[in-house]
């Protein structure tokens, strides 16, 4: 398995309805990207100063369903459209998850 977690900061000209316009279409992506296994966009709540105004946290079964949703013509649109004329500024990383531990009650 494969995480990929990316904090986006948007510049002043993004406000609260742009952040939502495009959370709705990366939000869109698990129906046209079939390697996605688990996708979740958040939007910043705004509890501190100097947040990412957004998140997103997907899994991928290995580095080739990764590089599927990074290429995928569906994805780059939304980078280029929507993304990239506010984007401040993205910090991202990919991992291996490390397996659930157990819980003790």
């Given at each position: 398995?494969?995480?990929?977690?990316?904090?986006?900061?948007?510049?002043?000209?993004?406000d609260?309805?742009?952040?939502?316009?495009?959370?709705?279409?990366?939000?869109a992506?698990?129906?046209?990207?079939?390697?996605?296994?688990?996708?979740?966009?958040?939007?910043?709540?705004?509890?501190?100063?100097?947040?990412?105004?957004?998140?997103?946290?997907?899994?991928?079964?290995?580095?080739?369903?990764?590089a599927?949703?990074?290429?995928?013509?569906?994805?780059?649109?939304?980078?280029?459209?929507?993304?990239?004329?506010?984007?401040?500024?993205?910090?991202?990383?990919?991992?291996?998850?490390?397996?659930?531990?157990?819980?003790?009650?």
């Open positions: 398995m494969l995480r990929h977690v990316v904090l986006l900061r948007l510049d002043d000209g993004a609260a309805a742009m952040v939502e316009r495009i959370a709705d279409a990366l939000r992506l698990p129906d046209s990207v079939p390697s996605i296994r688990d996708y979740c966009v958040g939007v910043d709540q705004g509890l501190a100063e100097g947040n990412a105004q957004l998140s997103v946290v997907a899994l991928f079964d290995d580095e080739a369903g990764y599927e949703y990074r290429d995928h013509p569906d994805h780059v649109a939304i980078i280029d459209r929507h993304i990239r004329p506010v984007l401040a500024g993205r910090m991202a990383t990919q991992y291996s998850p490390e397996p659930p531990r157990a819980t003790f009650a």
